[in-house]
């Protein structure tokens, strides 16, 4: 009796064993095009660890790949890693999806497109951007996007769409930046801290700055945005450049200062702080965070929460002038009217130009881009049309007449 227990129990564990040397592999459905997975999925999905898969694909007539991606479960939903090239390869290592994402040529046509443009390396993460600029112009203002995640997640690859919808204006060259996350995310073993997020989203707009020309930008015309945590992120990079320095942040008591992840040679702090001084002309900070107690949620032991919100530093107007436009979604679960108010109300108090709008209907990351069907939905169905609200902005306040 014994023995058969035993077998049995070696049964179950060896079972258990081989299943765990195996994962599922999904794959979601393509539109507008297809793809082929080598070596080919068996019916049920289990794939051994370690298998590497080369997937392949093809777009329909009319339409261009967008890009190759597999992905895991998230906090907020799936967590896609995303390859910008039409033959890719996947390793598996745990359950995961794959898949490939068609858009109409159109969509790109009229753009130069140039992906993952170096501006620092402080830790394991390669710091990156993507430009998208108008074919044929010159002398273009800037707009500098910067991603959301909750400072933990995404890329710059989930604003690809905001960022194509902005370039094909004509107007602008966009810059779609990354930035490290926070923590040990990243595998630093010494954890990257909020205030350092900020400097990595510093040390991209100085980098842009320095480069801007080559893609048809006038590195003196800057505008900043970004959603949620790019939100919280866009809303810094416009308010804190009179606290660009080199006196550390924390290390001298009173003393906050932030020193961009990028430094271009034979450049002073003085001379970069009155760049971006001037370059930056206008923010629009979509349903961000914006101050120190609401940083709790995510940042309940770092111990500056007041020192990276953007509500306590909004520069006095008459000193530097930088205009801000906000969106909120009326059903955002994360973010309160009363929260992006109060900023509103900082803003004009410091005689700041500030429009707030409340978008109908719409909830959090709006103006996200992602592979899914869903999420491509909502960002026409709201992002476009916002998008060219904040162009409006940023064209009266740069002065730049249109014939939209």
């Keep these: 009796m014994k023995k058969i227990l035993f077998l049995g129990a070696l049964t179950l564990f060896s079972t258990q064993i081989i299943a765990q040397n195996k994962f599922k592999v999904t794959c979601d459905e393509a539109r507008h095009g297809s793809y082929t997975v080598s070596p080919k999925l068996p ?42 090239t039409p033959t890719f390869t996947v390793k598996v290592d745990k359950d995961l999806s794959v898949g490939a994402c068609f858009v109409p040529k159109a969509v790109e046509e009229n753009l130069h497109v140039v992906q993952d443009v170096v501006y620092a390396k402080p830790g394991v993460k390669t710091l990156k951007y993507d430009v998208y600029s108008p074919k044929g112009k010159k ?19 989930v604003m690809r769409g905001f960022a194509r919808e902005l370039a094909n204006s004509g107007r602008y060259v966009v810059f779609n930046i990354d930035y490290r996350w926070y923590g040990t995310l990243d595998g630093d073993k010494t954890p990257t801290e909020l205030h350092q997020i900020i400097e990595d989203a510093y040390g991209a707009v100085v980098h842009i700055m320095e480069n801007a020309s080559k893609y048809g930008g006038d590195p003196t015309r800057i505008c900043v945005t970004g959603d949620s945590a790019g939100g919280h992120l866009s809303a810094s990079v416009a308010n804190f450049v009179e606290r660009i320095g080199d006196r550390g942040f924390g290390k001298i008591e009173g003393v906050y200062e932030f020193l961009p992840t990028y430094m271009p040679k034979g ?4 001379q970069v702080r009155e760049a971006l001084a001037k370059a930056i002309k ?41 205009p801000q436009y906000l969106l909120r979604g009326t059903t955002d ?44 939905e909502t ?19 740069l002065k730049i007449v249109t014939n939209d």
Excluded at 70 to 82: C, D, H, N, R
Excluded at 139 to 157: D, K, M
């Design 43 to 84: 019916k049920d999905g289990m794939v051994k660890a370690g298998t590497v898969l080369t997937i392949q694909t093809t777009p329909e007539n009319g339409y261009s790949f967008d890009t190759g991606y597999f992905s895991t479960p998230g906090q907020w939903g799936a967590m896609y890693y995303e390859s910008v």
């Design 267 to 270: 450049k002073t702090v003085a």
């Design 282 to 322: 206008a923010a629009a900070p979509s349903y961000g965070v914006f101050a120190g107690d609401k940083l709790v949620y995510r940042f309940k032991d770092y111990p500056y929460r007041n020192e990276v919100a953007p509500i306590g530093y909004v520069p006095d107007a008459s000193k530097r002038a930088v």
């Design 139 to 157: 002398n273009l203002p800037c707009i500098v996007i910067i991603h959301g995640g909750g400072w933990s997640s995404n890329t710059e690859e």
């Design 333 to 376: 679960p994360l973010i309160k009217d009363e929260e992006v108010a109060a900023y509103v109300e900082a803003l004009v108090k410091a005689g700041q130009r500030a429009e707030y709008v409340q978008v109908g209907g719409a909830t959090h990351a709006f103006l996200d881009w992602k592979p899914d069907q869903k999420t491509q």
């Design 379 to 397: 960002f026409d169905k709201y992002g476009k049309y916002y998008a060219h609200q904040m162009l409006a902005f940023f064209d009266d306040i």
